[in-house]
């Protein structure tokens, strides 16, 4: 198959593509884990983990900018690749440390600069391979892009399961590795470029690389800020957007040339669709993956690995959409670029109307169907398919030669400004409920239990993990307002959850105790004896139990997490075989696990959803209902505006068409 793919392209062509696809391994491999990472093993509030995984993403594009710029400049294509992929596979081994927020960030911090001298060089350099006007660079693009999503396809797999079921660090120590190999196949194989990718003026390179390669580092410290003051970064690409635009601008209305002007105008213009797509594509990273983990029948599989679907179907149907064009071509009948962009918006709006159907279907409180989840993915492909490839070889015909590669890198750009669209829209999502434990949704309409619940209930209560639920647990057991006093060890050590904890305790009176000694009374309670003796332990797969007596420290960090509390109850039972749900909650209550308002509760729905055998799914059901109603219309407005997006630039693509002068 690959020989076939490679037949009539130049022989650099498979080098890149095996460059780029190990280089997307890491990306996406640590991409499936981030947002999964933050929630349950920091304990971050879903929109703190939107809000920095939204930031991430603008950054890791925003920086192209420079790391073309710097290419064009003064290292040219090979050195920069070079360079950028070492820093990535320095962010990624940052990352598998797991020191908590401060490997977060610097990690995420390496993989941003990295990726701006990596990112568009190699893209720019595919483009060297093929000369102006030959009708193999679309299809050396399109096969170029299949790389990256084979890539993309084994990374949830591989990092996925090990990051969630073994340890985090060492799912983020896999794409480290990978981007170790990508970097090596682009050394062992460069000289397949026969000269191209070399930097622009040699006497320059000397004076300034050092230069370069010394600022570039001095960035991460900055973006590490950055990522942790995520609506600084907001602001900030908003306005960099506005400057290079009007760069642009100012370049195209200094070109002499009537047509080169035009075409630079037409660039522009897809560009603005370009960010519009990745808006709500990139919901597969922040807001769709914990849709995927809450509401969706996933039969056992884990939710990182669902980010994988997307990319098989990119191998999948790209070989297809590589001939087609091809074949379009040759009977000249081939879409205009501007047309492909708008039939990639409409498909994107189906596959969230498809999600829409499928939450419909499955019925209230039923968790919505795989296949959906899939079809929709499948329709987010084909988009993808014909939009991303297009953009790509677009550029590189479109754009004046002299700065290829900084418009390349603002083309990247437009990805980072459309995932801070996609941070706005995930956040939409964000529950007023803590999803993860049904004792919320069990206790009254408003998901909260009565401000008497006592936050010394909350301490005996099983919840997973220190960093995982219980500090997103403590607002909502307690009023706002309400002054607890009496529980808590003000001589504990502060060490446990840092800013996330105070975060959220921020609107609570807690009568003089710090956000940090809470989280570590928790924490310390978590781990102790007290804990370890309890007769019920939480559930965190459909298919674990843990034992009675089992030590918590003895556990993988992927069995730890949440579950809803019919795990709980099932924990419990097979804990003792004979005693009831009906026994297991008089226990509970006489072992202050949980209060007796909310054991009613839980038996009346039990004994509506069919009995102790029924109990789990019974109380599953009263969670995942009011999670879909979330979702809903969310994305019934991502589909909305998709396809209203995507029939407004099939109208303009006739106009754009003409501007860009031949370029299909």
């Given amino acids: 198959m690959l020989n076939w793919l490679f037949a009539r392209h130049p022989r650099g062509l498979p080098m890149l593509f095996f460059s780029e696809m190990w280089e997307r391994f890491s990306f996406y491999g640590m991409r499936a884990l981030l947002v999964l990472y933050m929630v349950k093993a920091l304990g971050y509030p879903e929109d703190v983990s939107y809000g920095v995984y939204a930031a991430y993403g603008a950054l890791v594009y925003a ?45 995420l911090a390496c993989l941003c600069v990295g990726n701006g001298f990596f990112k568009p060089n190699i ?90 390669y010394g600022g570039a580092i001095a960035l991460v410290p900055l973006t590490a800020f950055l990522l942790y003051e995520y609506s600084a970064t907001k602001t900030g690409l908003l306005f960099a957007m506005a400057a290079i635009f009007g760069y642009l601008l100012f370049v195209a209305f200094r070109e002499k040339e009537r047509e ?132 790509l070889s677009a550029v590189t015909q479109l754009a004046p030669k002299r700065i290829t ?43 909260r239990l009565p401000a008497g619940g006592g936050l010394d209930t909350l301490e005996r209560l099983p919840a997973g993990a220190a960093g995982e639920t219980l500090a997103r647990l403590l607002p909502r057991l307690v009023a706002q307002g309400v002054p607890v006093s009496g529980v808590l060890d003000k001589g504990v050590k502060a060490q446990w959850f840092g800013a996330g904890v105070k975060q959220q305790l921020a609107p609570l009176s807690l009568d003089g105790a710090s956000e940090a000694a809470v989280g570590t009374k928790l924490g310390e309670f978590l781990h102790g004896d007290g804990f370890q003796e309890t007769l019920y332990y939480e559930i ?41 749900t009906k026994d297991s909650l008089a226990i509970a209550v006489q072992k202050g696990l949980i209060a007796p308002v909310i054991a009613e ?13 029924k109990a789990a799914e019974a109380l599953d059901a009263i969670v995942v209902q009011p999670i879909k109603q979330r979702y809903d219309p969310v994305y019934f407005g991502a589909f909305a505006f998709a396809v209203g997006a995507g029939l407004l630039l099939l109208l303009l693509s006739p106009l754009i068409r003409r501007m860009m002068h031949g370029v299909e």
């Fill in 63 to 107: 920086f192209p900018v420079l790391g073309g710029a710097m290419a064009n400049a003064v290292l040219g294509y090979k050195r920069a690749i070079v360079f950028g992929g070492t820093l990535m596979a320095i962010g990624q081994m940052a990352l598998a440390l797991n020191f908590g927020p401060t490997t977060l960030y610097l990690g």
């Fill in 601 to 613: 509760r839980i038996e009346s729905i039990v004994e509506k959803g069919g009995g102790d055998d």
């Fill in 540 to 580: 965190v797969t459909s298919k674990y139990v843990v034992e009675k007596g089992k030590p918590l420290e003895t556990l993988k960090s992927g069995e730890l997490g949440a579950s809803s509390l019919g795990g709980f109850l099932a924990a419990g039972r097979a804990l003792e075989p004979k005693v009831s």
């Fill in 405 to 447: 590669g900084f418009v390349m890198g603002a083309w990247f750009m437009t990805i980072g400004l459309g995932h801070i669209m996609a941070g706005e829209v995930a956040k939409l999502t964000k529950l007023d409920f803590a999803p993860n434990a049904a004792v919320m949704a069990l206790a009254e309409p408003r998901y």
């Fill in 260 to 391: 080169s002007r035009s075409k630079l105008y037409a660039l522009m213009i897809l560009m603005i669709f370009h960010a519009f797509f990745w808006g709500l594509f990139e919901q597969a990273g922040s807001s769709l993956t914990l849709y995927a983990d809450r509401c969706v029948d996933r039969h056992g599989i884990p939710t990182s690995t669902m980010q994988s679907i997307n990319a098989f179907f990119i191998l999948f149907y790209g070989p297809f959409f590589s001939s087609l064009w091809l074949a379009l071509s040759a009977r000249k009948k081939n879409p205009s670029i501007p047309a492909k962009f708008a039939y990639g918006l409409i498909q994107l709006g189906i596959g969230f109307a498809v999600l829409n159907l499928g939450n419909s279907l499955a019925g209230e409180g039923a968790r919505t169907g795989l296949l959906f989840l899939v079809l929709a993915y499948m329709f987010h492909t084909t988009g993808e398919l014909c939009l991303s490839p297009v953009g």
């Fill in 123 to 212: 893209s720019s350099t595919v483009g060297t391979l093929y000369n102006e006007g030959d009708p193999r660079r679309t299809s050396g693009f399109t096969i170029f892009y299949m790389g990256i999503n084979l890539g993309a396809f084994l990374a949830p797999l591989v990092c996925g399961p090990l990051g969630e079921n073994v340890g985090w660090g060492v799912g983020f120590a896999m794409a480290g590795i990978g981007m170790a190999v990508g970097v090596a196949t682009f050394l062992l194989g460069q000289d397949r470029l026969e000269g191209r990718g070399e930097a622009p003026d040699y006497d320059r390179l000397q004076r300034y690389q050092y230069a370069v």
